[in-house]
């Protein structure tokens, strides 16, 4: 299905709900928006594989352009609210996008990334959304100026989201287009119908920003379905759980910090709350800790499902609730792809033991403008990996053990240390850093820098208040260390390798003290 269909059945059900405030878009308005959407990207000259940019808060006119460019054969490319102005311009420009679309609470970095020359020189148009912005010409102004009639070669398009790379620059996934027509079913809608029984009877609500892979793709599987679908504007423990109560929301997808932070509230605001609507609940992002899933089963029930994927797409693991209070830790077995834990050679090795984790027959991608990671992330079967180490089971239930090489994932949030240590390097009081994540109570994993200065002596409160400072100016604040170590030396082996696990596991394991 496609929501063109339910457009033409259920024209005034509400498909989208902002539960802050209240702005409510029917099928019928979001097929009118979307066609003129489509109309007005081929009046911009926009043609099937050229690609958009989105850089907005959780508004409902995400939906409006993301099924816009959908059925123009467009690829969407959904940035960061987080990102600064010249990591907002290095996407621009690595992913060809043409036009970018910004809310006005973004505005300073988006007009920043489009005034950068490579921007300019592209000649990347850009466009208000949700409120003016000086110099910018209005998107719903300029949508309303074209017909509302479906344009003459519709196919279908696809999103193209930046995961970054363990080294370096984020790179955008790009799956090849289809060609089919747009409302042609995609494996991710047949998985979720098939998983989890959702549909149009569905009130689904999303309290994550849609820029994140699982958000965007999960609610619009949802529209497709017929579902009317709840956004949050911003995430906040007690709201959520009086939006279930007030919507009768039945199902919700979440990640683990989520948990803890409801978690956290005390007995009675938790118990002011019916939440006994919710019949599914699923969770993916990072490795849930055991005892937090115990705990939310106690509350909700048994209603809460896993799944382990990346924004790659190359495979899917489920699990649900009775299978995971079976094989408690497990995020699940493989129902997209074959499951292949693999030692150093990437042959295949038995159930037990720890390995690298694949995925055979799985849908194909590749990494943008990188041929070369998207060939480092194949082994010399042509299996595929995310960088995870892992082992399976006796009945096929895979068990996560390590994670993509020291990526630290905070609040579901994956954050790559490489860039934050190349940007360290650059202060002229450092010789040498190593950034990692440590235990968070609340989010899983901080940010850590260790960092070995030129003059070991100097070490002390003012530096690293400089140098966390210096991250700030430069980076989004969510990849910014919170607090940083000084050694006398990082444990680095002459051929230039750095044995981060060293500095990490001291973190996992216990204390450290400030100079070591």
Request: proline content about 7%; overall charge negative.
């Amino acid at each position: 299905m496609h929501p063109r269909a339910h457009a033409a059945t259920h024209p005034d059900k509400p498909v989208i709900v902002m539960t802050g405030s209240g702005r409510t878009v029917t099928f019928g308005e979001l097929e009118d928006r979307a066609n003129r959407t489509a109309q007005m990207f081929r009046g911009l000259g926009l043609q099937t594989g050229d690609v958009i940019a989105i850089l907005m808060e959780n508004l409902p006119e995400y939906f409006e352009l993301t099924w816009g460019a959908q059925r123009s054969g467009l690829y969407y490319v959904c940035i960061s609210t987080k990102l600064t102005g010249g990591e907002i311009a290095y996407i621009l420009e690595d992913s060809g996008a043409k036009a970018l679309f910004i809310s006005p609470g973004l505005a300073t970095a988006g007009l920043e990334a489009l005034a950068e020359p490579t921007a300019k020189a592209a000649g990347v148009r850009g466009f208000s959304v949700g409120g003016d912005i000086a110099g910018l010409p209005s998107y719903v102004d300029t949508r309303a100026t074209y017909p509302n009639a479906p344009i003459a070669d519709e196919t279908a398009g696809a999103d193209m989201l930046y995961s970054s790379g363990t080294t370096g620059r984020p790179k955008g996934v790009r799956v090849a287009l289809s060609g089919l027509e747009i409302d042609a079913p995609n494996p991710l809608m047949m998985l979720t119908q098939a998983l989890y029984g959702l549909g149009a009877h569905s009130r689904y609500l999303t309290p994550a920003p849609l820029y994140h892979a699982a958000p965007l793709r999960w609610t619009m599987s949802l529209q497709r379905f017929g579902a009317t679908t709840f956004i949050m504007e911003k995430f906040d423990p007690e709201t959520y759980l009086a939006v279930v109560e007030k919507y009768q929301i039945n199902a919700s997808q979440l990640v683990p910090t989520m948990f803890v932070r409801m978690l956290k509230l005390p007995p009675e605001v938790r118990a002011k709350y019916d939440v006994s609507s919710m019949q599914m609940a699923i969770h993916a992002a990072a490795p849930c800790p055991v005892a937090v899933k115990e705990a939310m089963m106690d509350w909700w029930g048994p209603v809460i499902h896993e799944y382990y994927a990346g924004t790659e797409g190359n495979g899917f693991c489920s699990i649900g609730p009775q299978e995971w209070l079976a094989n408690k830790g497990s995020v699940g077995k493989a129902i997209l792809g074959e499951l292949k834990i693999c030692d150093e050679n990437g042959d295949e090795v038995p159930p037990g033991v720890e390995g690298a984790v694949f995925f055979a027959n799985g849908p194909e991608f590749q990494y943008h403008n990188s041929p070369e990671k998207t060939a480092e992330s194949k082994n010399k079967h042509g299996w595929s990996t995310l960088g995870d180490v892992g082992y399976v089971n006796e009945g096929g239930y895979l068990f996560l053990t390590d994670r993509k090489a020291f990526m630290i994932i905070s609040g579901g949030v994956n954050i790559y240390p490489q860039e934050v240590e190349n940007l360290l390097v650059t202060h002229p009081k450092v010789a040498d850093a190593a950034v990692f994540g440590i235990p968070n109570e609340d989010f899983g994993e901080e940010v850590k820098a260790a960092i070995q200065l030129l003059d070991p002596a100097s070490a002390g409160p003012e530096v690293e208040a400089e140098l966390l400072e210096f991250c700030r100016q430069h980076l989004s604040h969510i990849k910014c260390p919170r607090s940083i170590d000084f050694h006398v030396e990082l444990p680095r082996h002459p051929t230039g390798k750095l044995y981060k696990r060293l500095l990490r596991d001291a973190y996992w394991g216990g204390k450290q003290s400030k100079i070591v």
